[in-house]
Nanobody
Framework: QVQLVESGGGLVQPGGSLRLSCAAS????????MGWYRQAPGKQRELVAR???????NYADSVKGRFTISRDNAKNTVNLQMNSLKPEDTAVYYC??????????????WGQGTQVTVSS
């Protein structure tokens, strides 16, 4: 059906930067929005950033001014530029896509997640 593949996670020092990417492929009619969520051990999954096909964005208060989400609609990809990383940003980051597989079937897909660790 539809697959989401994330890349770009890793280990970085506090104050450093990482760029996450996610590519959606498969039977896609159109994409309404794509976004990034994260989950730390013992905590609930939370929204990090989201962008619609029209370019409207939402950010968690904790990442505003540090993270930037962007997309390439033609390539069905979404990116998350993460700057000034803090230890509390450590989590598994998941890509999410809200899309139509056909004109009348709207659904959501999740990637497998990519680990981001911020530590000295």
């Amino acid at each position: 059906q539809v697959q989401l593949v994330e890349s770009g996670g890793g280990l970085v020092q506090p104050g450093g930067s990482l760029r996450l990417s996610c590519a959606a492929s498969g039977s896609i009619f159109s994409i309404n929005a794509m976004g990034w969520y994260r989950q730390a051990p013992g905590k609930q999954r939370e929204l990090v950033a989201r962008i619609t096909s029209g370019g409207s964005t939402n950010y968690a208060d904790s990442v505003k001014g540090r993270f930037t989400i962007s997309r390439d609609n033609a390539k069905n990809t979404v990116n998350l530029q993460m700057n000034s990383l803090k230890p509390e940003d450590t989590a598994v980051y998941y890509c999410n896509a809200d899309l139509f597989e056909v004109a009348t079937r709207r659904t959501a897909y999740w990637g497998q997640g990519t680990q981001v660790t911020v530590s000295s």
